[in-house]
């Protein structure tokens, strides 16, 4: 947008509904929201956590989530993680009630992980746009070289762009954005879990309520 009283464009305006979904998001990781978008029209939305009627990743639900004792590095135990990305939701919402998502446009708040888009290509989707970038890793230098050039490979069959956009929900939705507040409460003196669970749903009530400010003055 090239002034504060332009309307937006619509990737502009469907990322923001993207963040707007992404308040859903119920995972200790990254939180994402998505949508699928077809002839200018929503036609499915997403966010990660569990599957439905199962105990919220907030709550403990998934044990990869969970990590114990710190038993899953960084990059390692995905095969029990029972969390359902946000692309995926949105994919399987639109099987679930016979909308066919073919020629779609995907946003993402965050860049789609190996296997979403490799089920985005197979779902035909035309386009992937997000916000914050994601790259496959290994701690193995060959395997992380694999990974990156099979990524690679899908990203030739599927474009999936960046948009350079503010994004004031960044520290809460991005789970390396929150590790130094997570080491600042890991401190002596550090408040309780009960005070800690307050300050972070405060936290995250005036980062919702600033990105309202800030999507409702731009678009005015």
């Not at 504060?4 to 979904?21: F, R």
């Not at 114990?68 to 095969?79: A, I, M, N, V």
């Not at 995907?106 to 296997?115: I, K």
């Not at 035309?126 to 099979?150: F, G």
Request: charged residues 25%; aromatic residues 6%.
């Amino acid at each position: 947008m090239s002034k504060m009283n332009d309307l937006p464009d619509h990737d502009c305006y469907y990322m923001g509904i993207a963040t707007a979904v992404r308040r859903k998001a119920n995972c200790t990781g990254n939180r994402v929201g998505a949508i699928i978008v077809k002839d200018n029209r929503v036609i499915s939305t997403g966010y990660n956590g569990t599957p439905e009627g199962m105990k919220n990743c907030l709550d403990g639900g998934c044990l990869r989530c969970t990590n114990p004792k710190g038993r899953f590095p960084s990059g390692t135990g995905y095969d029990l993680c029972i969390c359902v990305h946000a692309e995926q939701n949105a994919l399987l919402s639109a099987a679930r009630f016979g909308i066919a998502v073919e020629g779609s446009t995907m946003y993402s708040t965050m860049q789609p992980c190996f296997g979403c888009l490799k089920e985005m290509v197979q779902a035909k989707i035309d386009k992937v746009l997000y916000i914050h970038s994601w790259t496959p890793s290994d701690a193995d230098s060959e395997m992380d070289q694999r990974k990156k050039h099979e990524y690679a490979k899908m990203e030739a069959k599927l474009p999936v762009k960046r948009l350079e956009l503010v994004d004031p929900g960044a520290e809460w939705a991005v789970s390396a954005l929150r590790k130094p507040a997570a080491e600042a409460q890991s401190l002596p003196g550090k408040a309780s879990s009960t005070d800690r669970k307050t300050v972070r749903s405060r936290r995250a009530s005036v980062v919702s309520q600033r990105f309202a400010r800030k999507v409702v003055e731009a678009w005015q």
